[in-house]
């Protein structure tokens, strides 16, 4: 336990470390809490998320750590009244033109019926949802599921946590030492800030941080896109849920786009076949759109590079089961709106909450697409393990970072199915 006044560093500003600085003073004001990042608070990562939150995934640990974590945010809405931030059921649709597509583990897994509905009725699909493909045979509904504004909860979260004496320090970390008991973070600016404890909550950049101490996490980090367009021609209705199409498939290319894709070695990846998991969100400017169909492995940068034909890959993959989409795959509705953020996560998509190989060190993070909707359970958890409670979750051991130790975890990780990534 803490007895004293002791300072404990945060690395990283995104959603993750915010709730972790807020679950903190949350549990003990008399702490000093430090805030360090080189750019704004909620500007990197956490600005690129999809903003959704469902609370079935097809694994008993995540469905409990994220169900707990939509428990706390519906918390802090009592708390600071529900205007503080948008959270809204406005439902998840896994759709397939295949009535055998098992969906997400939809039908054989430990309480799905308590958390799904699922649709084979093709005349109901058609009357409830007319711009889909009429071929479209399963609809699978996440009961609890919707959308989250990440920005407004994570500046409540912040704002917050100032109240209760959170300092924020601006800076990039060059190094972190150790002298006696305590930590020493330098930054750039050759300032530092000495701390008791140190929090590794730096996103797609934790073994940046990791490596100062002389470890690594076993995380990787790929490259997601997704891109904004305006909806002139109306096809997606504002209250339609946000829909994901759980087929893979290979685009309907012309005759003439297949030779040219065949001759150019640059282009022939266009051919292959692409996974499931293209979605759609109606969005106050239009149309959000994401496929996460990179699966290369990156070195994390603040610089992004751009993709060529990514909108029009998406959309024609989403004409697919939108079939009216095709109106703007070569003639794309502007502004054009492009972003991309970092998946960091674990060959098994268990997040890394907890203490660290290092005494007085913790992380928080590998919420590879999930830490808006996961990050309260994420940094109160974090706290506990700070502040050495007992009384931990479930699945607390599991998203331990020492777990690779556990042979029984192991055994459980090793036998996983589905890895629940979107």
Request: negative net charge; aromatic residues 12%; proline residues 5%.
């Amino acid at each position: 336990m803490i007895h004293e006044k002791q300072t404990i560093a945060i690395c990283g500003a995104g959603i993750a470390g915010v709730a972790t600085a807020y679950y903190i003073l949350k549990e003990r004001k008399d702490c000093n809490v430090i805030l360090i990042d080189k750019n704004q608070p909620l500007s990197f990562t956490t600005s690129k998320s999809g903003e959704n939150f469902r609370d079935y995934w097809p694994e008993k640990n995540m469905r409990q750590f994220v169900s707990d974590s939509i428990e706390l945010m519906k918390e802090l809405k009592t708390e600071y009244g529900v205007d503080s931030f948008e959270m809204k059921n406005s439902g998840y649709n896994f759709i397939s033109h295949d009535i055998d597509n098992p969906i997400f583990g939809s039908g054989d897994k430990e309480n799905s019926t308590s958390y799904l509905e699922e649709y084979t009725n093709k005349a109901k699909i058609q009357k409830d949802f007319p711009y889909f493909d009429q071929k479209i045979e399963k609809v699978v509904r996440i009961k609890n599921a919707g959308k989250i504004d990440v920005y407004d909860l994570g500046t409540l979260l912040l704002k917050e946590a100032k109240k209760m004496g959170l300092e924020l320090v601006d800076g990039e970390i060059s190094n972190i030492g150790k002298s006696a008991d305590k930590f020493k973070v330098v930054l750039d600016s050759k300032q530092s800030v000495d701390a008791d404890k140190v929090v590794i909550a730096s996103g797609p950049f934790l073994n940046t941080i990791a490596n100062m101490f002389g470890f690594q996490f076993p995380i990787s980090n790929t490259l997601q896109r997704k891109f904004i367009i305006p909806d002139p021609n109306k096809i997606i209705p504002k209250d339609m849920p946000f829909t994901i199409y759980a087929d893979k498939q290979y685009l309907d290319w012309s005759e003439d786009e297949l030779e040219f894709f065949k001759s150019d070695e640059k282009y022939t990846w266009l051919l292959n076949e692409f996974p499931g998991g293209l979605h759609i969100k109606p969005e106050t400017e239009g149309i959000k759109l994401g496929w996460a169909f990179q699966t290369e492995k990156s070195e994390p940068s603040f610089e992004i590079p751009s993709f060529e034909f990514f909108p029009q890959v998406v959309l024609k993959g989403a004409s697919r089961f939108i079939p009216e989409l095709s109106a703007y795959e070569n003639n794309i509705p502007t502004p054009l709106i492009e972003y991309a953020g970092y998946y960091t996560r674990t060959k098994e998509n268990w997040p890394l909450i907890g203490q660290t190989e290092v005494d007085n060190v913790y992380v928080v993070g590998a919420l590879a697409g999930y830490g808006t909707m996961s990050a309260c359970a994420a940094g109160k958890l974090c706290a506990s393990y700070i502040f050495d409670k007992l009384d931990l979750p479930e699945y607390a051991a599991n998203f331990n970072p020492l777990r690779y130790e556990k042979e029984e975890i192991v055994k459980v990780m090793n036998a996983l199915d589905s890895d629940g990534q979107l």
